[in-house]
């Protein structure tokens, strides 16, 4: 984030760096960095002089933690099926509806809301919001129980007649949809750097595994079979560093039409994750299938990245939209 807001002024690459090292290690932790950066965006992108000011010095210190609330029950990858209302009323916008699934949720002091106020027109009667937890009518619903990244809570949001400030409106009314999208472009590479490190860190746990476990008098990565897995392995991750880096300078040079390579960055970083984590299992054997080693919980960690900011299928149609328009 800028300095000027009261952040480090870092690089796009240098962010990505950083959630790549931290989930090497710990993808919940990876994914603070990056669910900061989703939630923040849309402030960053679209708010004005005094929003900025307002939120963006306490969410850059990590005083106060940011969520992105787009998805609902029953809008996902569809997100402009979403039901949630804004109303404006005098000075203010009523908000009801709920949002799913949401990183963060019920933590975050500043959460970035999307909701209709034109029901008619489909994505343009679409506009994004702050609102903080303590505005009244705003609750915490369901807390998920998730197969993987554990130490991040996920909820569902709930607006009750929730009050919102009309000066908490970001750009203007039917801006919402383009401040959603113009956010996620910019924070997949963030998701692609989280699979990366989670790739990484099973490779590293597997090369160290296979020296060390003997079988049939000798270390099992004297085997070629060994081997060969851990080359695909290591080149899958190399492919995967070279896009998410790609795109992070892009973004970094302030190059516009970087929507596809972040989709590309974003699938490609995820689907690896998922093979290596799952050939770091094979590699380590039933001690691979025990909570006893890591490589369990990495499989299950690099799952979501396949699932969110997006599937991998949605990645593929926009990747296809940029190809065939
Ligand atoms: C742990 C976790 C954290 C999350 N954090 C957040 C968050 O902070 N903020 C937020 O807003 N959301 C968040 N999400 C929501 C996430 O982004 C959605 O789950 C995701 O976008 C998919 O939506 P869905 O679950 O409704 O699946 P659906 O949209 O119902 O998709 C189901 C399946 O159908 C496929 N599919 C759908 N449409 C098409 C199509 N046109 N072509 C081909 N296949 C298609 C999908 O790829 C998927 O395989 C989170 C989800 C999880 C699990």
Redesign the pocket.
């Known amino acids: 984030m800028n300095s000027e807001y009261g952040g480090i002024g870092a690089s796009e690459l240098a962010i990505v760096m950083a959630i790549e090292e931290l989930s090497r290690h710990c993808a919940t932790t990876g994914l603070l960095l990056a ?1 900061q950066q ?2 923040s965006t849309p402030v960053l992108l679209a708010g004005n002089e005094q929003q900025k000011r307002k939120y963006l010095p306490p969410l850059a210190s990590g005083e106060w933690m940011a ?5 609902e ?7 402009a099926a979403m039901r949630t209302v804004a109303v404006r009323e005098g000075d203010r916008y009523i908000l009801n509806g709920s ?7 019920g933590l975050a002091q500043v959460n970035s809301i ?1 909701a209709l106020t034109d029901p008619k027109i489909g994505t343009r009667g679409i506009s994004a919001f702050i609102v903080e937890k303590d505005f009244p009518g705003f609750s915490v619903g369901r807390i ?1 129980d ?1 197969m ?2 554990k130490g ?1 809570q ?1 909820a569902e949001l709930i607006f009750t007649d929730c009050e919102v400030p009309a000066e908490n409106l970001l750009g203007r009314e039917g801006d919402g949809f383009k401040i959603a999208m113009m956010t996620l472009d910019r924070t997949r590479p963030g998701i692609g750097a989280q699979a990366l490190g989670i790739a990484q860190g099973a490779l590293d746990l597997a090369v160290s595994y296979s020296k060390q476990r003997v079988q049939f008098g000798r270390p099992i990565a004297d085997n070629q079979g060994i081997q060969f897995m851990l080359a695909d392995m290591a080149t899958k991750i190399e492919a995967s560093r070279l896009l998410v880096y790609n795109v992070a300078e892009m973004i970094d040079r302030g190059e516009r039409d970087f929507s596809k390579y972040s989709a590309m960055a974003k699938m490609f970083a995820s689907d690896a994750a998922m093979e290596v984590t799952n050939d770091a299992i094979q590699i380590l054997g039933g001690y691979g299938y025990m909570k006893e080693y890591p490589a369990e919980r990495m499989m299950r960690d690099a799952k ?1 990245t396949q ?8 990645q ?2 926009v990747i296809a939209r940029d190809l065939l328009e």
């Open positions: 669910v989703l939630g969520a992105f609330g787009l998805t029950a029953g809008s996902g990858s569809d997100a949002k799913r699934f949401i990183t963060n949720g999307f998920e998730k993987g990244i991040s996920t979501i699932i969110y900011e997006g599937t991998n299928q949605i593929r149609l």
